[in-house]
């Protein structure tokens, strides 16, 4: 049983570039949570994505933005990417519905701005 | 802002000591949970307890929560070196549907050999 699975693990990019993040979640899970982690500190919430849909977002600009596909799998996207944007991001993928709702997290991709 | 705060923010111990985090909280929660995650890696899910429930146990894991201070704490024994990793606490609110946690900044905890 695969758990979750993200793509690609690290990534350098340049200041003002886009980048596209991958997530698989895990088997029999139909949700799909993103965090960014910056360094030395905890999780923070992007969004979540349910049935294609964002169902939820953070505290986060538009320039973050997000795909969930029929298969469950989800796209993260940052455009005009900024310095502050270095961090990990974590995917993570949960069953909705499910008492309580516990959410799996994959390995997380390492997104360094230069 | 984060919901939950861990303390201490660092924690070194011996291996074979008792290693003990708090976490606190400010607004009423279904359910609280603690992560662990290894050097900047995905985060682990440990435990779970729920609003209605003081104590929790799991191996060497055990989670207290007192809604009415709005604080938790894991206590993990008998510590191992691989137990070295930063825990968070994250606090859990259902709505519309979707269940968010939100999480502090951690504990890193380091145990020597």
């Known amino acids: 049983d695969a758990g979750v699975t993200q793509s690609p693990t690290h990534l350098i990019k340049t200041r003002g570039q886009q980048v596209t993040l991958r997530c698989s979640p895990k088997?029999?899970?139909?949700?799909v949570s993103w965090y960014q982690q910056a360094l030395g500190q905890g999780p923070q919430f992007i969004f979540q994505?349910?049935?294609?849909?964002?169902?939820q977002r953070g505290n986060f600009p538009d320039r973050f933005s997000g795909h969930q596909f029929p298969n469950y799998s989800s796209e993260l996207n940052v455009n005009a990417l900024l310095l502050g944007d270095s961090a990990l991001y974590l995917c993570?993928?949960?069953?909705?519905?499910?008492?309580?709702?516990?959410?799996?997290f994959g390995p997380g991709t390492r997104l360094l701005v230069l | 802002s984060q919901q939950g705060e861990e303390d201490p923010q660092a924690l070194s111990i011996q291996e074979g000591e008792n290693a003990t985090m708090n976490c606190s909280y400010k607004?009423?929660?279904?359910?609280l949970q603690w992560y662990r995650q290894n050097s900047g890696r995905g985060l682990v899910h440990l435990i779970l307890?729920?609003?209605?429930?003081r104590e929790k146990h799991s191996g060497r894991l055990r989670v207290t929560l007192d809604t009415s201070k709005k604080s938790s704490s894991l206590l993990i024994t008998a510590s191992r070196a691989a137990d070295t990793a930063s825990y968070f606490c994250?606090?859990?609110?259902?709505?519309?549907?979707?269940?968010?946690?939100?999480f502090g900044r951690g504990t890193s905890l380091i145990v020597h050999p």
């Open positions: 994250a606090t859990g609110w259902a709505s519309g549907g979707s269940y968010i946690p939100t």
């Open positions: 994505y349910y049935e294609e849909e964002e169902r």
């Open positions: 993570a993928s949960s069953l909705a519905g499910q008492v309580p709702e516990t959410q799996y």
């Open positions: 307890i729920r609003s209605n429930e």
């Open positions: 088997s029999g899970h139909d949700t």
């Open positions: 607004t009423s929660i279904n359910n």
